[in-house]
C-alpha cells in the first residue's frame, strides 16, 4: 500500500516536472507572437473614454478567456485525430489578420483624405463593434499561440501536452491584459502621482511624463499592432505553404520583411475581394 503511494508520488513528481520543462520551452517558443499579441491587444483596447477603459478592457479580456476554453480542448481533439486540419485553419485565420490589418491602413488613408465621418449613433456602434473585432482578433492569435505550443510540446507525453499548453494559454491571458490594462491607465497613475507631488518637484514631471507619454504610447502601439497583424498573418503563409517557404529561401531579404510582405499582398488581395462583393451584392 505504502509502496503504491510512493509511485503515484514519484509520477505526479515525474509529470510536475516534464510539465515545468514543457511550459518553459513553449514560452520561448510563443515569445515573438506573444509580443504581437500585447501590441495588438493594445492597439485594440485604446481609443475609447477614459471611463470605458477599464470596461472594455474586461470585455475583451473575458472574450479572450472563453476563445481559450473553446480553442484548447478543440486545439487537443484535432492534433489527436485530425492533425490535417490545424494548417487549413491557421490559413483562415492567416487571412483575417491581413484583411483586418489593410482595412486598418485603408481607413486610415481614407480618414486622412477626408472621407469618413463620424456622427454620435455611429460612434456608439464603434464600441460595440471594436469590442467584437478584438475578440475575434484573439480568437485567431489564440489558435496561433496554441498550436505553437503544441507544436513544441508533442515529444512529451498527452497529458503533459494538455497541462503545459493549457499553462501557456490562460499565462498569455493573463499577462497580455494585465500589462494592456497597465499601459492605459497610465495617464491615471500619472495624474494621482502630479496631484501628490510638490510643484516643479522630479516626482511631479515624472507624472507629467506620463500623461504626457500615454498617447505616444498608444500612437506607436497602433502602429505596431497594425504591423504585428501583417507579421503574424504573413508568417502563418510563409511558413504553411510550401511555395511561399520556397520562394523566402530564395530571396536575399530578411525573414520579418518577407512575412511583412507576404501579408501586406495578402492583406490587400482580400481587401480588394470585400470591396468587389460588397459592391456586387450590394
Request: glycine share 8%.
Amino acid at each position: 500500500m505504502t509502496g503504491g503511494l510512493f509511485a503515484i508520488l514519484d509520477d505526479i513528481t515525474i509529470l510536475l516536472d516534464d510539465v515545468a520543462v514543457a511550459t518553459k520551452v513553449s514560452i520561448k517558443k510563443t515569445a515573438g507572437i506573444l509580443g504581437d499579441d500585447l501590441a495588438v491587444n493594445a492597439q485594440k483596447s485604446s481609443g475609447f473614454a477614459s471611463s470605458r477603459e477599464l470596461p472594455v478592457l474586461y470585455a475583451i479580456s473575458k472574450g479572450s478567456f472563453k476563445n481559450k476554453l473553446l480553442i484548447l480542448p478543440v486545439a487537443f481533439l484535432l492534433s489527436a485525430y485530425a492533425p490535417y486540419t490545424i494548417v487549413p485553419i491557421l490559413l483562415i485565420g492567416g487571412l483575417y489578420l491581413c484583411y483586418e490589418a489593410a482595412e486598418k491602413i485603408y481607413h486610415y488613408v481614407e480618414q486622412k483624405m477626408g472621407k469618413i465621418t463620424t456622427d454620435k449613433k455611429s460612434k456608439t456602434l464603434t464600441e460595440y463593434q471594436k469590442i467584437k473585432s478584438a475578440i475575434l482578433t484573439d480568437f485567431v492569435l489564440s489558435i496561433e499561440i496554441v498550436v505553437l505550443t503544441l507544436g513544441s510540446v508533442l515529444e512529451y507525453s498527452l497529458t503533459t501536452q494538455i497541462v503545459a499548453t493549457s499553462i501557456v494559454a490562460m499565462l498569455a491571458t493573463a499577462g497580455v491584459y494585465g500589462l494592456v490594462g497597465i499601459i492605459i491607465r497610465m495617464d491615471d497613475v500619472g495624474l494621482y502621482i502630479v496631484q501628490n507631488s510638490e510643484k516643479n518637484s522630479y516626482k511631479q514631471k515624472f507624472g507629467l511624463s506620463l500623461i504626457a507619454g500615454l498617447p505616444k504610447i498608444i500612437k506607436a502601439l497602433t502602429i505596431i499592432g497594425t504591423v504585428a497583424m501583417l507579421l503574424v498573418g504573413g508568417g502563418i503563409f510563409s511558413h504553411n505553404i510550401e511555395t511561399i517557404h520556397h520562394i523566402s529561401q530564395m530571396v536575399w531579404i530578411y525573414p520579418v520583411l518577407f512575412d511583412l510582405a507576404v501579408g501586406a499582398m495578402v492583406g490587400v488581395l482580400c481587401l480588394f475581394a470585400v470591396k468587389l462583393g460588397s459592391k456586387i451584392f450590394d
